[in-house]
């Protein structure tokens, strides 16, 4: 079974070793709507928590994506600019925007597991 981290602003991160695939949640897809462009960060870039890595722009708005931990930019999917369904798929199976290098792998344990994220929707609808 997949190992998902959350974070309040809603991204997804699949934790593989010392190395995490961060995307988008299920539900900030559905809230984007309609997808029109990806931005992608530059491989190699220094990121602490909090920082932009990537912005997704839809019909109904832009949204930023945030860093979960610090870390450097290790990967960008590079087939989502051309195909914006991927950002759909589970973050381990293409729905990744970037993976990123942890820089303290203690970080992770601040995000939320898949339990207290679905808490923690129920407050914020």
Known sequence: ???YKY???HECVFVDGQDV???ISSYA??????LVY???PEVGKSV???DDIAVIESVKTAAEV?????????AVNEAMPDDLDLIAKPVEQGGWIVKLKVADSGALDALMNSAAYEAYLKEVD
Do not use: H
């Open 1 to 3: 079974m997949a190992d």
């Open 7 to 9: 974070t309040k602003d």
């Open 21 to 23: 695939w961060v995307g």
């Open 29 to 34: 897809r559905e809230a984007l709507g309609d």
């Open 38 to 40: 990806v931005e992608l």
């Open 48 to 50: 602490s928590q909090g």
């Open 66 to 74: 945030y860093a979960p931990v610090a870390g450097e930019v290790i």
